[in-house]
């Protein structure tokens, strides 16, 4: 047997990226400023309904911006998701701030809302107009909601929280791109948004990231601080300790390219989605994550929980189909680890034990979601 290998989510680069990146080339406009970044910037806008988009080197970045801008810093907490890619607890650290973790749930994977209102409820006090986590004596200063796999908790009830309780909301919607509630593209629900076009997400410009607001003054403020804060056009002089987080020029031409072919990519991801479901729904003990019918999910990468996931991870990936365990929760990362992890049962762990993202590129054939279909079942069959 020498069947080809099907990887996990690569990008499809089947418009004008060649022509967008020659253009780059042939003017030597490759660098940081050019009109593609603008270009890029205003499409992910218009794309996602936000007043304002500015494009960063990567999505960690445009995080760690994000809470820069709203005041996190040292002596400060973030109250993040336990059960996210690792960039969401780093580029709180970056601040200075300490993440709070809170516990997944077991439906939609996204933070459990009851374990969050409970937590701020009985372990929270305010004091001189900020909450405080009384076990630290420290600000909580923001919340950091992930739209896990393109997926949206209950918007409406997490925005009730997060208002009662007077926390900015900046969301790691860095896998979100495509995915709305209620019809609001994912991004545009707190004060500031992100995405990330890394070389597994939806569209991607090898690496790269964008910040999405609808504040004005905020979106000149990213602009400033990740391009080195200078304030002159000739002078080289930098009002405050600015960043090199910008987009260069010819990764924002990929990204131009890519936007136009985005829509056609979330119609081939929902096909995608919808045949796995298909194939594998009732078989054995696998079970989807589930979406509410206020949010249509960018069906970015499919995955899955069974208890022989394990094995299947083995076998699969020798079996030349690439697949990955979901992510290790943060608290069981040696660097987060000691950070307070609010949970009731452990959920992130039976996630992370059970959890299995399978091939899911845009350019996955039918045939191929087949193969891996037939693979996967053939495996769990003969355990
Ligand atoms: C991809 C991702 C990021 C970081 O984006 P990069 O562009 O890789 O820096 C942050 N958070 C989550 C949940 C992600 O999946």
């Not at 995080?63 to 005041?71: E, S, T």
Request: aromatic share 8%; net charge negative.
């Amino acid at each position: 047997m020498n069947e080809k290998l099907i990887p996990l989510s690569v990008p499809t680069l089947a418009g004008n990226e060649w022509k967008y990146v020659k253009d780059c080339l042939d003017t030597g406009w490759i660098s940081s400023v050019g009109a593609y970044v603008t270009e890029f910037e205003k499409k992910v806008a218009e794309f996602t309904g936000a007043g304002f988009a500015v494009a960063t080197v990567n999505g960690t970045a445009a995080l760690h911006i994000c809470l820069n801008m709203v005041g996190v810093g040292p002596e400060d907490h973030v109250i993040i998701p336990n059960i996210t890619f690792v960039a969401t607890a780093n580029s709180v650290w970056y601040t200075g701030a300490e993440p709070i973790l809170i516990d997944t749930n077991l439906t939609d994977w996204q933070m459990d809302l009851d374990i969050l209102e409970k937590f701020l409820a009985e372990e929270t006090t305010a004091k001189d107009g900020n909450l405080v986590y009384k076990k630290t004596g420290k600000v909580i200063r923001a919340i950091m909601p992930v739209h896990v796999l393109g997926n949206i908790c209950d918007m409406d009830r997490f925005l009730a929280i997060a208002e009662k309780y007077d926390l900015v909301v900046i969301e790691d919607s860095t896998e979100a791109l495509g995915s709305t509630y209620k019809g609001k593209h994912a991004g545009r629900f707190g004060t500031l948004g992100t995405v990330s076009f890394n070389g597994n997400k939806i569209i991607s410009t090898g690496g790269g990231g964008m910040i999405i607001t609808d504040n004005e003054e905020l979106a000149k403020k990213a602009k400033h601080l990740t391009t080195t804060a200078k304030t002159d056009p000739l002078e080289y002089f930098h009002d405050q300790v600015g960043y090199n987080y910008r987009l260069v020029n010819v990764l924002a031409a990929i990204g131009v390219a890519q936007m136009e072919q985005l829509p056609e990519f979330i119609v081939r991801k929902k096909e995608v989605v919808q045949l796995y479901k298909d194939k594998l729904g009732g078989f054995a003990d696998i079970s989807f994550q589930e979406q509410s019918d206020d949010v249509t999910t960018n069906g970015w990468l499919f995955t899955i929980r069974t208890k022989h996931r394990p094995l299947l991870i083995q076998e699969l990936n020798k079996r030349k189909i690439i697949c990955r365990p979901f992510w290790t929760p943060m608290n069981q990362l040696p660097m987060h680890k000691n950070c307070h992890y609010i949970n009731d049962h452990d959920n992130s762990s039976a996630l992370h034990m059970s959890g299995i993202s399978i091939p899911s590129s845009t350019s996955i054939t039918n045939e191929e979601i087949d193969r891996v279909v037939d693979n996967i079942k053939d495996i769990i069959q003969h355990v």
